[in-house]
């Protein structure tokens, strides 16, 4: 079966870390960009991070910068996020998700166009004394 | 950074009705546009990419267009199956960026 399972999530007192997993089955996960969302409670959905299919291309949302570090192992068909000095606004659901890309428009010359066509189900995060 | 911007924030309809949701985008992001379907307690579902195509699996009464800073998600005859709620993301640039959402009500 196709899925990504994440794991790792807590609550943590602020200033803390956390390192959260996500365990890829069912694809061939090093042919693939993958990613780290988040969403607060009831809130929307932010990007957080992603990272390149033999891990030499990162990048982040400014917000997580110098904090958040996003990293893989492909021998073990996982990607991680290493989250330090974590702060109140930290708390969400953190998801994984597949990156694809690569779609082109023939007719306007458009592309790559990315997008997630695969999450996992998530890994809560609480940050809180 | 790229902000987006859905309308309405929540809606109410009936099974039949033909619905529409509006995403705005702050500069011109051409057609890198996706929408993704997110049913309570569940994760979000890729629905539509580069504006208008629609992913696999995903009922025809489910479509997207516009360009540039406009873009619609149409759902042509609201179905029970379709309460959860909506999300459009830009990829033209990073940070790849999230409208509010929108939840769908019957």
């Known amino acids: 079966e196709v899925e990504l399972v994440e794991s790792g999530g807590g609550l943590v007192q602020p200033g803390g870390s956390l390192r959260l997993s996500c365990a890829a089955s069912?694809?061939?996960?090093?042919?693939?960009?993958m990613s780290w969302v988040r969403q607060a409670p009831g809130k929307g959905l932010e990007w957080v991070a992603n990272i390149k299919q033999d891990g030499s291309q990162k990048d982040y949302v400014d917000s997580v910068k110098g904090r958040f570090t996003i990293s893989r192992d492909n021998s073990k068909n996982s990607i991680y996020l290493q989250i330090n000095s974590l702060r109140a606004e930290d708390t969400a659901l953190y998801y994984c998700?597949?990156?694809?890309?690569?779609?082109?428009?023939?007719?306007?010359?458009?592309?790559?166009?990315?997008?997630?066509?695969?999450w996992g189900r998530g890994t809560l995060v609480t940050v809180s004394s | 950074d790229i902000q987006m911007t859905q309308s309405p924030s929540s809606l109410s309809a009936s099974v039949g009705d033909r619905l529409t949701i509006t995403c705005r985008a702050s500069?011109?992001?051409?057609?890198?546009l996706n929408w993704y379907q997110q049913k309570p307690g569940e994760a979000p579902e890729l629905l539509i990419f580069?504006?208008?195509t629609l992913q696999s699996g995903v009922p025809s009464r489910f479509s997207g267009s516009g360009s540039g800073t406009e873009f619609t998600l149409t759902i042509s005859s609201l179905q029970p199956e379709d309460v959860a709620a909506y999300f459009c993301?830009?990829?033209?640039?990073?940070?790849?960026?999230f409208g509010q959402g929108t939840k769908v009500e019957i």
């Open positions: 069912g694809f061939a996960f090093s042919e693939y960009w």
């Open positions: 998700a597949r990156d694809v890309y690569g779609a082109y428009d023939p007719v306007s010359g458009e592309g790559p166009y990315w997008y997630f066509d695969l």
């Open positions: 500069q011109n992001i051409y057609s890198y």
């Open positions: 580069a504006t208008s």
């Open positions: 993301q830009m990829t033209y640039s990073t940070p790849w960026t």
